[in-house]
């Protein structure tokens, strides 16, 4: 079946700018993680979405990030005022019963 | 400091040759699980090992975990120019909420 996908592949944007990354998880999947990776690092987690619970964002680094999720399906990571530190791929995960996660491809932001 | 430090951060070895990548970890886990990067983006789940279990094997791949050092290895027996890629270890903490903290990743290199 079909795995994670993320949209868009890639965003160049100015900083200042206001972006939106949108995560499709593997249907059936309760949980959906968000993780961010710099350049030659490891991966940093972001929010942690578990069916209707309250999400964990104990990851999201200031409060121009914030994610939404509607039900268990689609999420939005949403980055305002961008920096030219929020540089990353942005990585979105979601994982079965067995607890395996699957990635999607990732979205790769530049900020200019 | 840091869950899950891979070691060592880079490796390059002959085609046909063994890797082994070590991960070590500093609290108490449910699981641990390896994934394979290439070129940056998507991360591939390869194997999840339990605490409560000591080697897993699948494939060219043997995991060991050993939870009295808290560390762990990746052996990928006979590699191939195809295994080029980053492995990270991922720990599941206990009363980690469920997400998942990586490493900072091996870069392996195969070379024909």
């Known amino acids: 079946g079909a795995g994670v996908s993320q949209s868009p592949s890639n965003k160049v944007t100015e900083k200042g700018k206001d972006v939106e990354l949108r995560c499709d998880p593997i249907?059936?999947?309760?949980?959906l993680y968000w993780y961010r990776q710099r350049l030659g690092q490891g991966l940093e987690f972001l929010i942690y979405?578990?069916?209707?619970?309250?999400?964990?964002k104990s990851g999201l680094p200031s409060d121009r990030f914030s994610a939404e999720r509607t039900g268990e399906s689609v999420s939005t990571l949403t980055i305002q005022r961008t920096q030219q530190e929020d540089s990353a791929v942005y990585l979105c995960?979601?994982?079965?019963?067995?607890?395996?996660?699957?990635f999607g491809p990732g979205t790769r932001l530049l900020v200019l | 400091s840091q869950q899950g430090e891979e070691d060592p951060q880079a490796l390059s070895i002959q085609e046909g040759e063994n890797a082994t990548m070590n991960c070590s970890y500093k609290?108490?886990?449910?699981?641990l699980q390896w994934y394979r990067q290439n070129s940056g983006r998507g991360l591939v789940h390869l194997i999840l090992?339990?605490?409560?279990?000591r080697e897993k094997h699948s494939g060219r791949l043997r995991v060991t975990l050993d939870t009295s050092k808290k560390s762990s290895s990746l052996l990928i027996t006979a590699s191939r120019a195809a295994d080029t890629a980053s492995y990270f270890c991922?720990?599941?903490?206990?009363?980690?909420?469920?997400?998942?903290?990586f490493g900072t990743g091996t870069q392996l290199k195969v070379e024909l």
């Open positions: 979405f578990q069916g209707n619970s309250a999400p964990d």
């Open positions: 249907s059936g999947h309760t949980a």
């Open positions: 991922a720990t599941d903490l206990t009363g980690g909420g469920n997400k998942l903290t």
């Open positions: 995960a979601s994982r079965d019963r067995a607890s395996y996660s699957y």
């Open positions: 609290t108490s886990i449910n699981n």
């Open positions: 090992i339990r605490s409560n279990e």
